[in-house]
């Protein structure tokens, strides 16, 4: 693998942190798949019930996401949310290159193949997350996110008024040194893997 060599914020800096992001990205993607379902289920599980807990959620309006390519299915947690009072929602692509919007759902609501077929609410009902459920290809230690190269995380938190909760999901084995970070990359407010949760460290706060 191409190491990443260049450290000054040159062009060439960001063109080798690119080209590793994509081979890194490959090789997770590869590594998560290949864990069988059964075990991708119980690690579900385990955040679902780990973010139930470590989360304020009565009350808020929680984003969610349709898991695909082995990602944790939080979906069982809607019901958790919808419980204690809050609402949730789908992120849905409306333009590429632009950020994403937020439509009001819950399990149940019909649904319509949206952009990559990721299915999408098929009334736009537009709302503001106070928590952000945001499934990752990687992480490392300062929470920051490798995904899937759109973009679209970044644009849409710098996009927004007020900072929401950014809760970040996924499994041991996406965790890495280091994403070699841009200026334009926001680090997650916490980390959740079915292991724990890595909060805010002490002093600090999400940008």
Sequence with gaps: ????????????????????????????????MS???????????SL??????????????????????GEPDLRPLAA????????CALPVVVEKGKPLEFW???????????????????????????IVLSPVVGFDADRYRLGYGGGF???TLAAMAASPLVIGVGYDLARMDTIHPLPHDIAMSLIVTESGVRPIPAGRQNG
């Design 80 to 87: 958790i949310v919808l419980a204690r009072g809050g609402r």
């Design 35 to 45: 864990v069988g379902a059964d075990l991708r289920l119980q690690w579900s599980k």
């Design 48 to 69: 679902v019930a780990l973010v139930a807990d470590s989360a304020d959620l009565a009350d808020r309006t929680v984003s969610f996401y349709w898991p695909f390519r």
């Design 153 to 155: 995380f970044d644009r």
């Design 104 to 130: 009001s759902w819950q399990p149940g609501d019909a649904l319509a193949p949206g952009v990559w077929n990721i299915p999408i609410p098929i009334i736009r009902d537009t709302v503001i997350p106070d």
């Design 1 to 32: 693998m191409e190491p990443v060599t260049a450290h000054d914020g040159s062009a060439e800096h960001r063109q080798q942190v690119m080209r590793w992001r994509k081979l890194e990205r490959a090789r997770l993607l590869a590594v998560r």
